[in-house]
């Protein structure tokens, strides 16, 4: 089954959060581009970021523009190993994954 789920910086649950409610940048681009490397080497982070072919993994993330990104988007089949990936980045980042399906945090 197909999921799209946002990483981000936010506290509480989803119910939570305001109308006006930005998440923090989750750092540099730089450092956002290097922990998605670290879990995914030798991949390029320029435009969206399949880790298919690399890691056999039915992933597709794309960075926030600009240099402080606030998110990351991520779309693909969540099976114990693409969960094992997204838990590993938010830690990595200090994050948590929205599931838009759920309308909740996956921790």
């Known amino acids: 089954m197909s999921s ?3 990483i981000v910086r936010a506290e509480g ?15 540099t ?17 320029e435009g969206p970021i399949s880790l ?4 056999s993994l039915w992933l597709e993330l794309e960075i926030d523009e600009g240099p402080y990104p606030r998110s990351i988007t991520v779309a693909g089949v969540w099976g114990e190993r693409e969960l094992s990936y ?10 948590r994954c ?3 399906e ?6």
């Open 13 to 27: 649950d989803a119910d939570s959060l305001t109308k006006d409610w930005k998440p923090e940048p989750l750092g």
């Open 4 to 6: 799209i789920g946002v």
């Open 98 to 100: 929205y599931d838009s």
């Open 52 to 55: 298919l072919e690399k890691m």
């Open 86 to 95: 997204i838990s590993s980045l938010c830690r990595q980042l200090g994050a």
């Open 102 to 107: 759920s309308s909740e945090f996956i921790d």
């Open 29 to 45: 681009r730089e450092a956002v581009v290097a922990a998605i490397q670290q879990g995914a080497p030798g991949i390029s982070c």
